[in-house]
């Protein structure tokens, strides 16, 4: 069992930065896929970015090319999301998801095998 603790999320008025963090528990850390995904009320959820186990390749969402990176340290069993030029669009809970080996596509949530409780982003406008 997994567990992944989001940390980061606020409140940030438009074209402001946030960095969340997601801890992992686990010693195999760097052989997981790692994703953040965000729901908004009344909205499915949705992929954001992802990172593999080396941090080598990573993959975004057309809405947040650009903006926002996603980073890993497998030293430290966490990854990152740096958010830059935030929008109101942003605002949602933001989830971290981790993929233990699946050959499931990377932008779909039904790929991941854990998940955090999520943090609240808020981007005033």
């Known amino acids: 069992q997994v567990q992944l603790v989001e940390s980061g999320g606020g409140l940030v008025q438009a074209g402001g930065s946030l960095r969340l963090s997601c801890a992992a528990s686990?010693?195999?850390?760097?052989?997981?896929?790692m994703a953040w995904f965000r729901q908004a009320p009344g909205k499915e959820r949705e992929f954001v970015a992802a990172i593999t186990w080396s941090g080598g390749s990573t993959f975004y969402a057309d809405s947040v090319k650009g903006r926002f990176t996603i980073s890993r340290d497998n030293a430290k069993n966490t990854v990152y999301l740096q958010m830059n030029s935030l929008k109101f669009e942003d605002t949602a809970v933001y989830y971290c998801?981790?993929?233990?080996?699946?050959?499931?596509?990377?932008?779909?949530?039904?790929?991941?095998?854990?998940w955090g409780q999520g943090t609240q982003v808020t981007v005033s406008s």
């Open positions: 686990t010693r195999a850390f760097s052989s997981y896929t």
């Open positions: 998801a981790a993929d233990g080996g699946s050959s499931g596509s990377l932008k779909v949530a039904s790929t991941y095998d854990y």
